[in-house]
């Protein structure tokens, strides 16, 4: 790959200036990651972070199910006998188990939003690093994505926030539509093109705020504000990546079922392809953010 000399990214420490490719190249985008895996295992490591809300979730959902494996029975027997309060107790039952273990379960969700932001700026760092010649850093791949994390947490909210109004805009048109009659035909047909452009615009804007953030050296609010005009300008590359991350993705993960299957020696199969197959993931946005930037 041919690099610009002296092009420095805005935010790279003084060890990690990042060269960037004038030419976009589809295969660094899909194959790169692939090679840094391959030749750098220890990248597989960050991914064993995102075992620890899985695993919070099987001693949650075990104490669940120990306690409250009755309900199934008793709900069934209400059923049978079509005995409104015997229903009505059955509901009270549930509802109360789920208020029980409603804050278990959002702490595991908050807890997996924050591995997972983490992850993916620590893995952008680590594309970043390859880029600059200077290897692997977990440790130090750690510490950036932690001084980064507030940033990133703040434009995926902003993102989210964005991504609810344009669902509720498409919602709000399709009513609209049910009451002008032939004329909302197509107005309708109008609004679920738009909602496709909407969702693949979205979809990259989101993919790439850790990369914008980490490589980009930008702030939550700038990265949220430049993410969709970004994704707008290279949607068609975006799109193509994207799907095919996606395909290998599937393929990937159905070895890794595949293998899960096999007792034992399968199991540990599984568990070191998934690893790598999550550090992949990780770092498609980021090769693709990079490759994108001129």
Not at 26 to 48: A, Q
Request: proline fraction near 4%; glycine fraction near 8%; include cysteine.
């Amino acid at each position: 790959m041919a690099l610009k000399n002296g092009l420095k990214i805005k935010g790279a420490d003084a060890n990690a200036k990042e060269a960037i490719s004038g030419e976009f190249s589809f295969e660094e985008c899909i194959i790169g990651p692939f090679k840094l895996v391959r030749e750098e295992p220890k990248t597989m490591l960050p991914s064993v972070l995102e075992w620890i809300p899985m695993l919070i979730i099987a001693v949650v959902l075990g104490d669940f199910l120990t306690k409250y494996t009755y309900l199934a029975g008793k709900f069934a027997s209400a059923v049978q006998s079509n005995d409104p309060t015997i229903l009505f107790s059955v509901f009270n039952d549930l509802l109360g188990a789920f208020i029980k273990y409603l804050p278990d379960f959002v702490l595991i969700g908050l807890l997996y939003v924050l591995i997972s932001n983490f992850l993916a700026l620590a893995y952008s760092h680590m594309v970043m690093q390859k880029r600059s010649g200077k290897g692997i850093l977990i440790a130090e791949a750690f510490g950036a994505a932690k001084g980064r994390l507030p940033g990133l947490l703040v434009a995926n909210l902003l993102f989210t926030l964005t991504a609810c109004l344009a669902g509720m805009a498409f919602l709000l048109l399709i009513m609209l539509s049910s009451l002008l009659g032939i004329f909302g035909i197509l107005v309708a047909i109008m609004a679920f093109i738009m909602l496709i452009v909407a969702a693949f615009v979205l979809g990259i804007a989101g993919w790439v705020l850790s990369p914008m953030i980490m490589i980009g050296g930008k702030g939550g609010m700038e990265a949220f504000a430049e993410s969709i005009p970004f994704a707008w300008k290279n949607i068609k590359r975006g799109i193509a990546v994207v799907l095919v991350a996606f395909v290998v993705s599937v393929i990937l993960d159905q070895l890794v079922a595949a293998f899960t299957g096999i007792p034992y020696a399968g199991l540990a199969v599984a568990s070191m392809i998934g690893l790598a197959v999550n550090s992949w993931k990780a770092m498609v946005p980021a090769e693709f953010y990079s490759e994108s930037v001129e």
